[in-house]
């Protein structure tokens, strides 16, 4: 087994509120492999978002309260904030769902482009600018060096959205995150933008962790995926199985609950019962348990760890990991 | 994304759990309110508001209780007294109780205050509701009519107003509204230009909902937490412009009492009886500043961004 | 359910005719600029559309960004008055209805909005905000009043005595639930869906099309569904219509439509949209469309998605495609469309 390029471990992530402790991410331990593209997927209030923002360590106002994040063996919680910088955006780069508002309006996107290198590279203005309008090519930009001098408002969504996936590449990152990149674009552009991440994924050897709450996204993208549900992962595995016979109920509810283009004929959709927890006062034992088809006494005691179920699979289930199969009308 | 929801139990009727039905309903009114009670700061100013208005409302009260005198008593023996057990704050050039005076220098100025506010706010509100609403020609027409308004240099007015007749408290509320309606009507029209936007007001449009009742029942609710902020503001404003005038001899003549009027003679006394001074200018200060705090507080409490 | 005033007739209609007929349907903005603010151009949001909607269907709209659903919704409803072309309600010319009249429609047409958080009035009770369409049409008072906002409550499957709470107290979906009360404190015929579940999770979203299926069949509703999601549209919907910058580019039953589109925007947007199943995700034929969508302030001449089509020829800059006739129900405005 090769060394993981990034390890999550036991993360724990609270924010203070005025209703009491919300624990945004509640022990999540995940791997992320050189080269390989890793779905993350939940909806919202999940804790994904802040699990990324943990790994960065951008999380504030939220406080990591105890766990590990090891990028090639080194633990990124324990850095000091200088350190950490030298990890932005050069080791591992981030790019988020809103085009609108992450890039600076009153920058030239050149400059914007640019700025990852200078700082990190130390590169002087004309050889940054050069590698900028390289990557904007690189990333499907038609003419980069007249585009380079515009300003984000005069690009579409889904030109922004490449603007900042040149940004994120330039310093050659290791990882990148992605944290829902394409939610706020029309699907015709979507497909263009996770074509472009898959080809950066081919060309650059870019290990990608991709955050969404689509699963059809993770679908046609992911090798391997990670669902959370309330703070915590309840399962994990590689895309193909966790779709073909999930072991949890929430990714089996999940699956069966959405509208498939491919239906043949109308059924009727079987949606999962009740509400997304309150993270303030989230239930006892295992937190899906309220919402689950499937539950038994225990699932209301005691929280389920994340272990194996089949072969390939991980699920945080006590239903499952006795052997019970998902099953239902 | 971060943060819970509020309602954690089911909502489908069979599995209904009944823990919410339990709790009053939280209006957005109240919570406001509890976030106001929460900055202590903020209520003390309001208290500190609230008594003075008692105070300016009772004040033949306080006057016979408390300081024995009234504000227009002359005593030419006890000129210029220093504060003490006859004249707790001092006497004035014509013996007149410093202190009596202040009282019923309240209820001039914060009166004055008060009610100019609520002038402004009612024909500014009508105005910008109308104008932000309707758009078009009638917007064009009445915010050409406001920046007309908001350019008159308003001294000049008052100096034209106060020679054609002396003005009373009301008629002095009177004018220094006309001057300040205009900025209301500006602020009520772009809360309203970004109220009409939402949803709701589309919403309520698609049932067939007059204009009026769009108006009165939905935008002016919404508007309203802006108008309490600008009158909680405006009151410690207006008592300096109050102040102002009638310390240049333009608003409340002698010898009805004002804080403001009572500046205008004590600064010829200021080296030998700077209490003079210091007493009606540490009062305006003193309310205007709390006037000030109150309304932050009232537009923290407002906070829109906890809006809904 | 307690009885409300009958509605006024304005002539007889049945339901061999369509409900809903809109024809050559334009809605254009202008656009103004320059210091004097002068018209200098128009938005084409809605350019020549025609539709029928048969009384009980549900006809999906679906589009990206910028193409004119939303707007032909509220065209439809009479919020926006159109430019051009015409609207046609129960057999009726609304297109220009006005004042005493367009309110007579409000009891008959309802919209249900996009998003929960906004379009209930935060300052308002629930039962107040569903009582409204009651009390602006004076079909209820006192007590009665009170048992329909209840039983409209318990129809959308909340909880009665939340009557008494403010809009924020609810999540997201509950929400929904609450302004789809409101439309049906009406009774009306015929309701204009646009974009309900957009804002929702995931997992609320298949509880409100499972709500509004059950409404419509049990209240003989009839729905123009509009939403950006195709898979969520082809589910609901016994029709679909694709708009692209304005115009109609394909009108089909669903699982026609997916099976076999005639239109390559069509086709482009099917292959586009994610399936949640990674066998067939990895062995799809994608058609990834070059470029953005054309500006609405001066669309392409002749076809409006030929600067992005693969199939575009001379032709289609030249000449509009009408819509041609594929078999039954199903219409494509293309000049080389797909087989």
């Known amino acids: 087994m090769t060394q993981p390029l990034l390890e999550v471990q036991d993360l724990h992530t609270v924010f203070a509120t005025r209703d009491g402790t919300v624990k945004a991410v509640d022990g999540v331990s995940f791997e992320l492999l050189a080269g390989e593209t890793l779905g993350v997927v939940g909806e919202s209030g999940c804790g994904k978002s802040v699990t990324a923002l943990s790994i960065m360590r951008l999380q504030r106002p939220g406080r990591i309260v105890s766990g590990r994040v090891l990028l090639k063996g080194q633990d990124l919680t324990r850095m000091s904030e200088y350190e950490m910088r030298e990890v932005r955006g050069r080791e591992i780069a981030m790019i988020f769902q809103d085009p609108m508002t992450s890039l600076n309006p009153v920058y030239r996107v050149g400059w914007q482009v640019a700025e990852p290198t200078r700082l990190h590279h130390g590169w002087d203005k004309k050889r940054a600018m050069q590698s900028a309008i390289n990557m904007l090519g690189k990333v499907g930009i038609p003419a980069p060096e007249s585009r380079a001098r515009d300003y984000p408002h005069q690009f579409s969504g889904g030109m922004r959205q490449r603007v900042m996936i040149a940004m994120g590449l330039t310093t050659t990152p290791e990882v990148l995150i992605a944290d829902e990149p394409t939610t706020a674009l029309d699907v015709t552009i979507q497909a263009q933008i996770l074509e472009l991440l898959r080809h950066v994924n081919r060309e650059f050897g870019t290990a990608t962790i991709l955050i969404t709450h689509n699963l059809g996204v993770v679908a046609g993208m992911c090798k391997r995926v990670v669902v959370m549900y309330a703070g915590r992962i309840v399962e994990a595995g590689p895309t193909k199985d966790v779709f073909a016979h999930p072991k949890h109920p929430y990714t089996w509810s999940l699956l069966r609950s959405i509208p498939r283009l491919d239906a043949e004929q109308h059924e009727p959709l079987k949606p999962i019962e009740g509400m997304p927890p309150n993270l303030v006062d989230l239930p006892s034992g295992c937190s899906f348990h309220p919402r689950c088809a499937f539950k038994v006494e225990r699932c209301a005691r005691d929280v389920p760890a994340l272990l194996q179920v089949g072969e390939s699979q991980r699920a945080a289930c006590w239903v499952t990991q006795a052997g019970t199969e998902l099953q239902g009308a | 994304m971060i943060g819970p929801s509020r309602v954690a139990e089911l909502d489908m009727p069979a599995a209904g759990v009944e823990t919410a039905a339990a709790r009053p309903a939280q209006s957005y009114w109240n919570q406001s309110w509890e976030r106001l009670r929460a900055n202590r700061l903020g209520m003390a100013a309001g208290v500190l508001i609230l008594v003075l208005a008692v105070i300016a409302v009772l004040a033949p009260v306080f006057s016979a209780v408390l300081t024995h005198y009234q504000p227009q008593t002359i005593n030419l023996d006890q000129t210029f007294a220093r504060p003490g057990a006859t004249h707790l704050l001092g006497s004035d050039e014509l013996g007149r109780d410093s202190l009596t005076r202040l009282i019923w220098g309240a209820r001039v100025s914060l009166g004055v205050a008060f009610l100019t506010v609520a002038l402004a706010l009612t024909v500014g509100t009508t105005v910008g509701m109308v104008a932000g609403y309707y758009g078009g020609w009638i917007d064009d027409v009445l915010m050409r009519l406001v920046d007309t308004v908001l350019a008159i240099p308003a001294i000049f007015l008052f100096i034209l107003m106060s020679i054609l007749f002396r003005p009373n408290a009301v008629t002095l509320a009177a004018i220094v509204a006309s001057v300040g309606w205009g900025s209301v009507a500006r602020l009520v029209r772009g809360e309203v230009l970004s109220v009409k936007q939402r949803d709701f007001i589309l919403a309520t449009r698609s049932i067939g909902a007059r204009d009026s009742r769009l108006m009165v029942r939905h935008l002016l609710p919404n508007v309203l937490p802006v108008l309490i902020v600008a009158a909680s503001l405006g009151v410690g404003q207006i008592i300096l412009i109050e102040a102002a005038l009638d310390f240049l001899g333009l608003g409340i003549q002698p010898p009805t009492p004002s804080w403001g009027n009572m500046l205008t003679n004590a600064q010829s006394y200021f080296f030998h009886s700077g209490f003079l001074v210091a007493f009606p200018g540490i009062t305006i200060f003193v309310t205007v500043l709390a006037s000030n705090i109150f309304g932050n507080g009232v537009r923290d409490a407002f906070d829109p961004r906890l809006k809904g | ?339």
């Open chain 3, 1 to 339: 359910m307690p009885e409300l005033a009958a509605k006024p007739l304005k002539r007889a209609w049945t339901t061999a005719e369509p409900l809903v007929s809109v024809s050559d349907l334009k809605v254009w903005f202008p656009v103004s600029s320059g210091v004097m603010q002068r018209t200098t151009g128009h938005v084409h949001a809605v350019d020549g559309v025609d539709l029928e909607i048969k009384a009980g269907e549900t006809v999906g709209l679906v589009g990206e960004s910028g193409c004119g659903k939303s707007t032909l919704g509220r065209a439809v409803i009479r919020l926006l008055e159109p430019t051009g072309g015409t609207v046609s309600f129960k057999g009726e010319e609304i297109t220009h209805i006005r004042g005493e009249h367009l309110r007579a429609l409000r009891r008959d047409m309802a919209m249900i909005f996009q998003d929960p958080y906004a379009s209930l009035d935060p300052r308002q009770t629930v039962g107040d905000i569903i009582g409204e369409p009651i009390d602006v049409h004076r079909l209820a008072k006192g007590k009665q009043r009170q048992e329909r906002i209840r039983e409209l409550l318990r129809v959308v499957g909340m909880n009665p005595r939340y009557a008494d709470r403010y809009p924020h107290e609810f999540s997201g979906g509950q929400r929904q639930r609450i302004g789809i009360a409101r439309a049906l404190a009406v009774e009306p015929t015929f309701i204009i869906c646009d974009e309900p579940i957009s804002a929702l999770d995931v997992s609320i979203q298949a509880q409100i099309i499972n709500l509004l299926e059950a409404l419509q069949a049990k209240f003989k509703l009839t729905y123009l569904f509009i939403a950006h999601d195709l898979s969520v549209v082809k589910h609901i919907s016994n029709r679909v219509a694709v708009m692209y910058l304005g115009k109609i580019m394909e009108v089909a039953p669903g699982r026609q439509l997916y099976q076999r589109p005639r239109h390559p925007y069509t086709g482009s947007l099917l292959s586009a949209i994610p399936i949640p199943d990674p066998t067939i995700e990895l062995q799809r034929e994608r058609m990834i469309l070059q470029g953005d969508v054309a500006s609405p302030v001066n669309p392409p001449s002749g076809c409006r998605f030929r600067t992005r089509c693969p199939r575009a020829r001379e032709h289609c800059a030249e000449e509009v495609p009408p819509l041609e006739s594929y078999g039954a129900e199903h219409k494509a405005a293309c000049f080389y469309p797909l087989d």
